[in-house]
């Protein structure tokens, strides 16, 4: 914690400080048992409680007594995520500054500073994000944090996706693999890895129309991995709550694998989505099977609608989201018929495709 130009502070001891300030034109004490940290933190604390946030405060006490406690009602994860960007990234280098000095130089040099240009981008939000309320709150004159800022480009891989000749001998070799529900649900479904980790075998249901076989997971539920453990929590959003419709091959084998209680469980207990996606990835390895990274199979799902022809607004609902448009997020419904016609045409394809020979259409020479 920075030194205070709000009043001065006396060591009386180990961890034993006195605090000095004036208030009401009355000088004031409190004396603090803690280290020199706590001590610099309680007087910034009067000083913002009797001033309020000056242009002299530091971006550290700003951080720690306006812009943090206002993300008390943020998700978890989240939180810890701005907590671990603030001490490892924007703390040790624009801590000590003054808000009001903060130039767009700083904020490249600590972007800079930085080598993982994912993490750079989140570090450069989280500052903007500090520095945007700090102008609300008449801290600031200007944000810094701009579109001239400069940033190392982002190496993206490609992704592995199953083409549709692929999808029933792949499923056919992950056989005896308890962890085949929730891949089902990803891969049949285009739930997320998290909503997929929730479901319970009473969120999954089965029937038969018109001579085809259909399963439907209800998502209303979802668990994320945070720091000390994991916390079930509602969907991402609320289009996000929903019924989702898959058919063969995914409902024949979801139905196979039917039981009670959570979709994967280890003793009884919900297993992890970090455990699960460790433990997929060792099974492949140990069968000689080829692993798909779990966030891949939605991409699939997303995919292989789009080759079968599927209504892409529908697509976007059943992967609990809304096409973009006017008609996708005020006026169309994500209802039984529909998710199951958009699973007949996954369905056929697939079943169309499975005893083809993979075609090459276009050849680049790679």
Known sequence: MPKSRFGHIRRLGPDYYQAFWVENDRKRSKRIHGSIDDAERFLASVQVGTRGAMPSTTLSDYWCLVVRPSCDGLETRTKQGYDALWAKRVGPILGNREVSTICREDVQQAIDAIEAPGTQRAAFRLLRKILNRAVSDGV????????????????RTEKR???AAEVKPWLDSLSGCRYLPTILAELGAGLRVEEACALDWEDVAFAEHRGRKYCAVRVDKAIVTVKGGSEMKAPKTAMSQRVAVMGDPFASLMEQLRAEGPIVATNGTRTQPATITRNFKLWCQRHEVEYIQPKNLRSTFATLHGEAGSPDSLVSLAMGHADGTTRGTHYQASTEAGMMAIADCLSDYICGQSTAKVPVFFDFGK
């Not at 600031?140 to 190496?155: G, H, K, Q, V």
């Open 140 to 155: 600031a004159a200007r944000n810094p944090c701009d579109r001239y800022i400069e940033f190392r480009t982002l190496t």
């Open 161 to 163: 996706l199953l083409r």
